[in-house]
């Protein structure tokens, strides 16, 4: 998430009570999780392990809970707990507020739209041109809709982020991230009956322009999807994903969190993604591999009991 | 789909804007795409690799991209984007309309049958009677619902096919393929909680007497499900797949487009099936085959250890 | 199910017009299916291939349709078709009664409880203080909610369980069971877009205190799972299933019914589980095996070339 304008570092470290380490002047144009996070943004860090990656990370502010010397150009502070001094900052900007009215009356909506019966609509949505959005659609806060676009019946459009910051010497184990981030369905995209789309923790989910996707099919948060691609039912793409142009991918496929599948890419049924892909190739399998390969392997197993015929009958 | 009166050659070819080749004085009956075809229909092809399947299939009257002489007791209709021409034949008996009622005026609802609330009712929809329809349903355009039907909350009937007009080298590949079909449940039938199934392209989606669904099953268009079938949860069924009677599908399996599987066919879960299916036998696998060999080759999998061993330290 | 108040043999008898063998005087506590019977309750019984089971259960009053002598301490009743019986009492008990309201007006709801707008709650409803109930939810009769939970846009819970009597020399081979459980989701869980959850058949589908699951997921009649697990998106659990504490499950699992996952066990992704699992260890595959294994066999695989080069070529 960008701020609508600049936040100075002393108005962020009395709202979290911290102490600032570095840089005491700057200001931060943005907040965001260590996946998403760019120049001018405020992260967080709570754990050791991940105190270099987030130190050396793109962050200029980071809320910590170790008292370290800050790295050049950088502004830390530090707190005893970093991840609740986050949630305060995201909460601040993106506050929950009740809606009880079934379109938000801030809708932006273009023209020669149409609306079915039993559609809840957000809060800071816009709806494009041409677009036709069936019944009993949930279209959650911070959502943007480009032109010409189809959703159907029950889709969920920016839902929360499954994101938790875990600690197992808790009682509560899990604890929510709360959401600053949006979706944005670009032009000529179609969305299938049921579908789920999850709004990004701190940054975009995006299904790129002429996109199509078949039913109950789940994309994770801040997962970006290129243009001119084909998900066919049921197939569910983690969190953090990117996902090139001209990407097919056929029924009940997975893909694991934080990957890169390359354009024009294709993905047989059922296959399973555990690590980025090139593309121009198609796969299949659990672990994904090239196709072909795959295909020869399951000949190969036929031919074991040869084998054992051979060696142990011999 | 059937004409409710048949259309004259003529009155096709003025409405395309095409050249008549081959009988001139035909009447049409109906409008189907290829995979659905039969005597009396329009149809069309608009790529060279089809031309042959089409001019040699069912359809009566067939639009197409190349003046080629007529096969006997057919009429073609030569235009220059068959795709385009096909999507106006349709959108002239089913133009897209506005509905602003929560439950279509037109709904034949049979005795005893009730309707939770927030349930949506499209168009030209019938129920038969002692049926349930629980809350946040959908029910689209064009649905035919049996006696004793039950269809649990969140289900989505009749949405659209995935199914497009593909030509990679336009700036849009996926183009719409506008629907004619329907969705057909018959008698005694129950739909788990937010399944789908989508209406048929220019067919019928039909789910066969006393068969029972599970939840976040995905049926596609035009598929045809037999009688006192059960699915379990999370199966998908692609488009115009054929399946019999008494067929058992556990959970989480996948069934891909245009194949038959066999009466009292079972199929464990997980399943994947990428070919047609005899009757009366219990399979498993990825890709599906009979359970007792799968099992087998399991065991083989196993054994390649010892093989190694006997072989490679010898 | 237990009663409000115990319940005679005598009135039992006289309501499935029955014949009482053993115990004429004891008072049933309660109903349940074979699966979840207790001391106490009645049960029925239909094929001689269970006879033995059932009698020997901790039911105490069964319903059958065969004259046998009744265990010590039991009372039979002796029917034509237990079934039918059976489902007679639970109907009794748990009619099926027609809802008009969006909200039930008997609706127990805590403070500080947001509802969404377009959300349907059922009968005998009560939702602790601080959840959230996103739009287009559907809450079924007989849920209880606790503190701090989180329900997303288009879940279904307490649907019907998927249970049928089958007899395939019927006309209809399935019938449907009556359900007379409930749902239980404890406080701090959290339900992800589209998800559904069955109610249980005669007892009761509990989510734990602090679990959290993300988007699709289906969760079966009568299914226990622990406190702090985390479930990832489109993963299938079946009915009867135990699961303990602190157990993830990663994306697109299916777990098959009746089965125990013991406490702090990962499943990867994809995972089939047709067996039950001890805690502490991580799985994958279908069918599920200890993840190390698993890779290591997928290692094996890729050696059987070198394997067939060596014998075959020799």
Request: hydrophobic share 40%.
């Amino acid at each position: 998430m960008k701020f609508i304008k600049p936040v100075p570092a002393s108005w962020i470290n009395e709202k979290i009570e911290g102490e600032i380490i570095g840089l005491q002047n700057a200001e931060a144009t943005g907040i965001n999780e260590i996946h998403k996070v760019e120049n001018g943004d405020i992260t967080f860090v709570d754990h050791p392990k991940y105190y270099d990656k987030v130190l050396n990370s793109e962050a200029s502010f980071i809320i910590i809970n170790k008292s370290v010397e800050a790295p050049e150009g950088k502004t830390l502070f530090f707190v005893e707990n970093p991840f609740e001094a986050y949630c305060k900052i995201v909460e601040h900007f993106r506050p929950f507020v009740v809606q009880t009215e079934m379109i938000s009356s801030d809708l932006k909506k273009g023209n020669n739209t149409f609306i079915y019966p039993n559609v809840f609509i957000g809060k800071n949505v816009s709806i494009g041109d041409n677009c036709i959005i069936y019944p009993n659609v949930s279209i959650m806060d911070h959502t943007i809709i480009g032109n010409n676009v189809i959703i159907h019946p029950g889709v969920v459009i920016g839902s929360n982020s499954f994101y938790y910051n875990t600690k197992k010497d808790r009682e509560v184990w899990y604890k929510k991230m709360p959401d600053c981030g949006r979706v944005i369905i670009e032009d000529n995209v179609e969305i299938g009956a049921n579908c789920t789309i999850d709004r990004g923790v701190s940054a975009e989910t995006v299904i790129g322009k002429g996109t199509k996707m078949d039913n109950l099919i789940h994309v994770g948060h801040d997962t970006v999807i290129g243009k001119n691609c084909l998900f066919a039912a049921q197939t569910g793409i983690a969190g953090v994903v990117n996902i090139g142009d001209g990407v097919t991918v056929w029924g009940q496929c997975g893909i694991s969190k934080t990957l890169s599948i390359g354009n024009n890419a294709t993905l047989l049924a059922m296959t399973g993604v555990n690590s980025d892909l090139q593309g121009g190739k198609i796969y299949w399998g659990v672990p994904a591999e090239e196709a072909s390969n795959k295909k020869r392997e399951l000949v190969w197993i036929k031919r074991i009991p040869q084998l054992w015929e051979k060696i142990m009958n011999k």
